[in-house]
């Protein structure tokens, strides 16, 4: 398999070829620079020298407003988005491949858990988000039942959690039937029930498949949880919107944009890894 | 009659209005290594998927082990763990390494337990050469490596049937000759087998009987060295011509 | 329209002979013309929905309720009588962008404070509001006789209002205030027993318990600390508007027309108890 060493050297052509590469190579970097300075220098030249700038900085990038606001806003950030989402995840995940999972059954006992299965991902992929939220947050403790929670924070979760299953509902179901049917012949003929199946082929191919858009909803439902302040919850947005009306000065707004990138960002760059080390596993069977 | 393996009578199959088998009649004894060769199309793979009980019949009957398998109260999961198949691609599970491949079914179905599970596993590959992948992904593997694990996982169950469909048809020339040398192997232990192939020279040589399968029908069946040197029927010889070149 | 031309500002033969920029002969109407965003026309920005008791059935055009009455009697004294007014929706938190505004000024319940003064302009008051309190009629907080009888509550107030400091610096409740996007939120948070009081100015209290909340009573008044506080319209930043909207509003203070209009639309406070 290894290649004999032997005593050859580059032929002067060889040599010749290597140094117009080194030279293209150190070339393309300089182009490089300097569009990325000349881009990204006139956009931010454009920024600060347009007329309004002075205005809008005091407005969007007070340091002061800032400092004044920054506590409140960091405390609902924590205490209710990155909490939220941290909660809800794992329930709108299980939820998720249930749902997948009771769609792609075909067993007649199933039949109306099928038809739930359907029209729940059909009502709540419908239904705008904030709608569910304002339906779980308002009109749901309006009915006055027993044992609905007066916090509109669990209330709230509820309806993110049903709107966000359903989705990733779709995309499991979309990655369970992605796998090659081989797969899945295989597990039967080895004599695998289709639970086995399920649980030790299809489930964990599909689910690695799958990654970037979960990852992707996940992230979507990071800034979801932002909807959360129209059913009284002081989250990190609300906190910043609360500042801003009072004060008519919209730094806490542009502080807690820049808190959800800081969540977000890292996420993303995980997502892209993931994804691209799950495809190099998944074209084995290719070969 | 009743020590035969396996017994199919009249066998029938159609997808809509497309009839894919029919008036399927076949008999497998115990050790025999039977060959289905035969156009792309003819049927091949669709009878082996029949024998299976990955798809429904339309007429006629499967006995299997004495009993009949074609009837709708049984259990095919159970008749399933009794035989083994392999599949031109897509066999193993890539997300598992090679040994939990042939591990699952023995721990999961038969009820096996890790260790011995995994002991006669490790040997199984041993024997077959690839006792360095065990632990390995399948994306690590080649082609043909990756065919000859199927084979072993197929065994790891102990079947006493084996159905190969095609299992060399998918890879590179230079790799199937060591999957070949495999089934060869399992031939010359006594491995009941069925394959459909389209490696006449191999099916010639290991085959205890060889089907033609033309246009769902078995047109012609017999020993290898009759069929090959000798075919009875126009379209074999038609066929054979086209084939061996 | 006959009587509007009647009450019209009478100097169209003061403007003639006074040419000189004296602010004191200068009528509201001489000052304001030149400085609308349209030439004769007045652009009026308020909220959506208009709620009552300031505007009346979502429609600041009909002259009903105090902010629109109020605005239309300040726009007859710069000279635009009621047909040169015209109404734009401005969404609360827009009011304040940096950038030229879409109206002469902005008439929506908004406080003055010198922060906000920074960044926006403001006319002189026109309204000083106290703070009310309201309860379910029978609740545990409705029985609240002073302020630290509130501690133990949930209470809650909207977004950015004073209502909302008061509750964080008077009230000081031992649970975080719950804040609402709006004064609708408020009233159904109330009715689902989600808070046991809001807070809101006293004309907005008085609306809501008369007519929105069911059940619903004002457990009391109490005046902001300090300056007594006041509704302002909201200009942009060095809009000269405002001088003549200022003196608009001096005119219309003297004349008794703002204390006639207040009369009219906002209910005598004088029976809800004061809580200290």
């Known amino acids: 398999m290894s290649t004999p060493v032997d005593d050859w050297v580059p032929s002067a052509r060889e040599v010749e070829r290597r140094g117009l ?140 959690v049903l709107c966000y299953g359903a989705y990733v509902a779709e995309v499991f179901r979309a990655g369970i039937e992605s796998i090659h049917p081989s797969q899945i012949a295989s597990a039967d003929t080895l004599g695998l029930t289709r639970g086995q199946a399920m649980r030790h082929v299809v489930l964990p191919q599909a689910t690695r498949r799958v990654m970037p858009p979960l990852l992707n909803d996940f992230i979507s439902l990071q800034k979801d949880t932002a909807l959360l302040g129209t059913i009284f919850i002081f989250d990190g947005l609300f906190a910043a919107q609360d500042y801003a009306a009072y004060a008519f000065n919209y730094t806490p707004i542009t502080m807690v944009g820049a808190m959800f990138l800081c969540l977000t960002v890292p996420l993303t760059r995980f997502t892209d890894w993931v994804g691209r080390r799950a495809m190099r596993r998944q074209f084995a069977g290719s070969r | ?103 699952l079914a023995p721990r999961r179905v038969h009820g096996v337990p890790k260790a011995e599970a995994e002991a006669r596993a490790r040997d199984l590959l041993g024997q077959f050469g690839l006792a360095d992948q065990a632990d390995k992904h399948p994306d690590r593997m080649s082609g043909g490596q990756q065919q000859r694990a199927a084979l072993v996982r197929a065994l790891c169950t102990r079947p006493t ?85 | 329209m006959l009587l509007a031309l009647g009450c019209a500002p009478q100097d169209s033969s003061a403007t003639a002979t006074d040419t000189s920029s004296q602010p004191t002969g200068q009528t509201a109407a001489d000052c304001a013309s030149g400085k609308t965003l349209k030439p004769d026309v007045l652009t009026i920005g308020t909220d959506s929905p208009a709620y009552d008791p300031w505007f009346a059935h979502n429609d600041p055009s009909n002259g009903k309720g105090y902010e629109s009455a109020v605005a239309y009697a300040v726009a007859k004294q710069l000279g635009f009588q009621n047909s040169a007014v015209t109404w734009t929706k401005v969404p609360f938190n827009s009011s304040y962008a940096p950038g030229p505004k879409h109206f002469d000024f902005d008439i929506n319940q908004i406080s003055i404070t010198s922060a906000r003064a920074k960044v926006v302009d403001f006319s002189d008051g026109y309204y000083s509001a106290a703070q009310a309190i309201i309860a379910v009629k029978g ?112 005119t219309i203070k003297e004349n008794g027309t703002l204390a006639a209009i207040e009369k009219k639309w906002l209910s005598d406070t004088v029976n809800v108890p004061v809580l200290k």
């Open chain 1, 21 to 160: 590469r080194r030279e293209r190579s150190r070339r393309d970097l300089a182009v490089a620079t300097v569009a990325a300075v000349v881009v990204i220098g006139g956009l931010v030249v454009g920024l600060v020298l347009s007329p309004g700038w002075p205005t809008v900085r005091a407005s969007f990038l007070s340091w002061p407003d800032a400092k004044a606001s920054f506590h409140a806003v960091i405390t609902g950030f924590l205490k209710y988005n990155v909490t939220g989402f941290l909660i809800a995840e794992p329930f709108i995940l299980a939820i998720g491949v249930l749902v997948a999972v009771t769609r792609g059954t075909v067993s007649a006992a199933m039949f109306p858990l099928r038809v739930l299965a359907i029209v729940y991902t059909d009502v709540f992929r419908g239904l705008p988000t904030y709608l569910v939220i304002i339906l779980f947050g308002f009109a749901l403790p309006g009915l006055q039942l027993q044992g609905v929670p007066k916090n509109t924070f669990w209330l709230g979760l509820v309806a993110l």
């Open chain 3, 139 to 250: 609740s545990p907080a409705a029985q609240a006789t002073s302020l630290a009888d509130l501690k133990p509550f949930k209470i809650g107030a909207q977004t950015g209002t004073t209502s909302l400091t008061a509750i964080r610096d008077q009230i000081q409740p031992n649970s975080d205030a719950v804040v609402f996007k709006n004064t609708n939120d408020a009233k159904t948070a109330l009715a689902n027993g989600q808070v046991d009081a809001i807070v809101a100015d006293l004309p907005t209290a008085f609306y809501l318990v008369a007519v929105e909340i069911d059940h619903g009573t004002i457990v009391g008044q109490f005046p902001s600390t300090g300056e007594p506080e006041q509704f302002g319209m909201l200009f942009a930043k060095g809009n000269p508007l405002v001088g003549c909207v200022n003196q608009a509003l001096a």
């Open chain 2, 161 to 245: 049937l084996l159905l190969l469909d095609e299992i060399t048809a998918a890879l590179d020339p230079e790799l199937v000759g060591e999957v070949l040398t495999i089934v060869r192997e399992l031939a010359e232990q006594g491995t009941t087998m069925i394959l459909a192939t389209h490696e006449m020279s191999f099916a010639r040589d290991i085959a205890t009987s060889v089907c033609f399968l033309d246009q769902g029908r078995i047109l012609e069946q017999g020993r290898p060295a009759e069929i090959f040197s000798n075919p009875r029927e126009e379209r074999t010889r038609q066929f054979l011509a086209r084939v061996l070149g």
């Open chain 2, 1 to 103: 009659m009743s020590d035969a393996l396996l017994e199919v009578t009249g066998l029938r199959k159609s997808y809509g209005d497309k009839v894919v088998l029919s008036g399927i009649d076949l008999t497998v004894a115990p050790h025999d290594v039977i060959c289905l060769i035969g156009a792309s199309g003819s049927g091949k793979s669709t009878l082996l998927r029949c024998l299976n009980l990955l798809e429904d019949i339309d007429d006629g009957v499967i006995e299997f082990e004495g009993s009949e398998i074609s009837d709708p109260r049984v259990d095919r999961r159970a008749v399933r763990s009794r035989m083994g198949m392999v599949f031109q691609a897509y066999n193993l599970f890539p997300h598992r390494t090679v040994l939990d491949n042939c591990t």
